[in-house]
């Protein structure tokens, strides 16, 4: 690999560990496809993010692309006032990136301004300069701190009375504004599991069922068609928040199973929008 593809994999695996040490049905999940003999490959990661001032896609997206990641596809979710695009590697040991982001000016007034006042405060973006040294041949080790601060919430505590009124509008809006860049789920490939007790969709769901991890009703997508999903229940967080009470206890991540048929290397908007439910509180 290149200098620059080093630093992205250093990069996706400190992702991964903060999101594993969050969400512990992915740790259950290593452990199975350990024992199997299978192997372990994600799919893709997931973000979410305000369409909101100078937020959005593009900040989540530019330094992946930085990286050597090119969007491919975009995607719009009009009941849920969402928009998403994915973004491949050349490489294909990298995970896809899925980005999505809430298009605010579509939320009632009050939402609006409860996150516009929630968010102002946010620290700025990443700067030319370190876009551009990301792209570089081999990027500096020290930018890998300023990335994981990038991908973690970008504002102070939201209010806890602006996070409880926002959910009863839209649970990504509630999500985003506890959560901000933080990765919303990693995906497992089924595909790279082979032959064996893990070789389909089904058998993995049903050994996680059985390993007492809580999963999806349903496998979203029909047997032999060319995207198949499942994901677990979503591992609850605390998240600290400005006034009483001092943390809210909220659905944080899943963690995602994705099945791929005739080389389709897309998303399906059906499937992906019952996905974001995954976070709805009870």
Do not use: C
Request: glycine share 8%.
């Amino acid at each position: 690999m290149t200098g620059r593809d080093v630093f992205a994999s250093r990069l996706l695996d400190a992702l991964w560990k903060d999101y594993r040490a969050r969400v512990p049905y992915a740790r259950t999940y290593q452990k199975l496809v350990s024992d199997s003999g299978a192997q372990f490959r994600n799919d893709h990661v997931a973000f979410r993010s305000f369409a909101l001032g100078d937020d959005g896609i593009a900040r989540i997206a530019r330094p992946f692309e930085a990286l050597g990641w090119v969007a491919e596809t975009a995607y719009r979710f009009p009941d849920k006032s969402l928009s998403a695009i994915h973004l491949r590697h050349p490489e294909p040991g990298f995970p896809k990136v899925f980005v999505s982001e809430l298009r605010v000016w579509e939320l009632p007034p009050d939402a609006r301004r409860r996150l516009a006042a929630a968010v102002e405060r946010g620290r700025p973006g990443l700067s030319d300069g370190e876009l551009s040294a990301l792209a570089s041949a081999k990027p500096p080790s020290s930018l890998l701190g300023r990335l994981l601060a990038h991908f973690d919430r970008p504002w102070p505590a939201p209010k806890a009375a602006d996070v409880l009124a926002l959910d009863r509008v839209s649970q990504y809006a509630a999500w985003t504004l506890l959560f901000g860049r933080r990765v919303n789920n990693f995906t497992a490939s089924i595909n790279a599991h082979g032959k064996g007790p893990l070789s389909d969709l089904e058998k993995t769901v049903a050994a996680l069922r059985a390993a007492g991890v809580p999963m999806k009703a349903e496998i979203e997508g029909a047997r032999g068609s060319k995207l198949r999903q499942s994901a677990t229940a979503a591992a609850e967080a605390e998240a600290p928040v400005a006034g009483a009470p001092r943390v809210l206890r909220w659905p944080y991540a899943y963690f995602e199973l994705a099945e791929r048929r005739g080389g389709f290397e897309g998303f399906l908007g059906g499937q992906a929008a019952q996905l974001f439910e995954m976070t709805r509180r009870a």
